[in-house]
């Protein structure tokens, strides 16, 4: 059984630039969340896919976007890079939307 | 707003020193409390999910237990490779999205 991958492991972008996280869900799970998580802190929710469909969004900014696709991968896009958007992205699959989230290993995103 | 407080921020023991970690939180309707575990650099390994108070579950070293108002994390006779950072999560009723405490920063000491 193959778990969470998620891609690339680190990025380094400019300000205002924008950029695209890959996430690969564990075989069997349908649901994917994106999670946020600064230095020090716990993950904050960015938003959740349930079948194509967004379910579920945090508090924040349009400027981030996702999408996921048939075979249940995702991506989080973020447009207009600030300095404040780095961080660990962290991906979570689960088997149904209310299921048990298994994390990947992250993408750590630092702007400069 | 979902709330989840976790204490204490780091904690130090050595081999074989049992402690607690503690996660108080306040939701509307929980369906559900996770505990995971972190280290450094990468992403939480899922630990446990509490449904209802009462309840407690068990791994190796580690027992999480449930109240209406709190969990606690028992790590029994701790091993260097227990440290990490143990995060704790709630799932609110009718929603989906995780609230994550900051953790807490546990370091075992031979």
């Known amino acids: 059984e193959t778990g969470v991958t998620q891609s690339p492991t680190h990025l380094i972008k400019t300000r205002g630039q924008q950029v695209t996280l890959r996430c690969s869900s564990q075989?069997?799970?349908?649901?994917v969340s994106w999670y946020q998580q600064a230095l020090g802190q716990g993950p904050q929710f960015i938003f959740q896919?349930?079948?194509?469909?967004?379910?579920g969004r945090g508090n924040f900014p349009p400027r981030f976007s996702g999408l996921q696709f048939p075979n249940y991968s995702s991506e989080l896009n973020v447009n207009a890079l600030e300095l404040d958007d780095s961080a660990l992205y962290l991906c979570?699959?689960?088997?149904?939307?209310?299921?048990?989230?298994?994390f990947g290993p992250g993408t750590r995103l630092t702007v400069t | 707003e979902d709330q989840v407080t976790q204490s204490p921020e780091a904690l130090r023991l050595q081999e074989g020193e049992s402690s607690s970690l503690n996660c108080s939180y306040t939701?509307?309707?929980?369906?559900?409390l996770f505990w995971y575990r972190q280290d450094p650099g990468k992403g939480p390994e899922f630990l446990f999910t509490?449904?209802?108070a009462g309840e407690e579950k068990e791994k190796e070293r580690l027992k999480a237990t449930l109240t209406k108002k709190e969990s606690f994390l028992h790590i029994t006779a701790p091993k260097p490779e227990d440290s990490a950072t143990y995060l704790c999560?709630?799932?609110?009723?009718?929603?989906?999205?995780?609230?994550f405490g900051t953790g807490t920063q546990l370091k075992v000491e031979l």
């Open positions: 979570a699959s689960s088997s149904g939307q209310g299921e048990e989230q298994y």
């Open positions: 075989s069997g799970h349908n649901t």
């Open positions: 896919y349930y079948r194509e469909e967004e379910n």
């Open positions: 939701v509307s309707g929980l369906r559900g």
């Open positions: 509490l449904y209802s």
């Open positions: 999560a709630v799932r609110p009723g009718g929603g989906n999205k995780l609230t």
